[in-house]
């Protein structure tokens, strides 16, 4: 019934940006921390950054200064800015988010199916 879904990856030289989103949707009652995640080839996957339900932010020291994230409440969505992006960079990049749905009572924890963002000249 909930769904996360991202969009907004692809192919960027070194340098560039890329802005990813992920909406959120189904029967749900309320949001709590959303999240993204990155998985690169033959690596765990490790965290990006997190923003919780009133705009407390939390980042990786790798993406400090370089990432944006940020969320729309009225429109269950999730954001990340991508600025001045290395190669390191490239990885399937995941959404999640901790959300109570109209028919639970606890939070469940969700993830998106991934986008693939590749940083190369």
């Known amino acids: 019934q909930v769904q996360l879904v991202e969009s907004g990856g692809g192919l960027v030289q070194p340098g560039g940006s890329l802005k990813l989103s992920c909406a959120a949707s189904?029967?749900?009652?309320?949001?709590?921390?959303m999240g993204w995640y990155r998985q690169a080839p033959g690596q765990q996957r490790e965290l990006v950054a997190t923003v919780t339900s009133v705009g407390t932010t939390n980042y990786a020291d790798t993406v400090k200064g370089r990432f944006t994230i940020s969320r729309d409440n009225n429109r269950r969505a999730l954001y990340l800015q991508m600025n001045s992006l290395k190669p390191e960079d490239t990885a399937v990049y995941y959404c999640?988010?901790?959300?109570?749905?109209?028919?639970?009572?606890?939070?469940?924890?969700?993830w998106g199916q991934g986008t693939q963002v590749t940083v190369s000249s």
């Open positions: 189904g029967s749900i009652f309320r949001i709590n921390t």
């Open positions: 999640n988010a901790d959300i109570r749905s109209r028919s639970e009572w606890a939070y469940v924890n969700y």
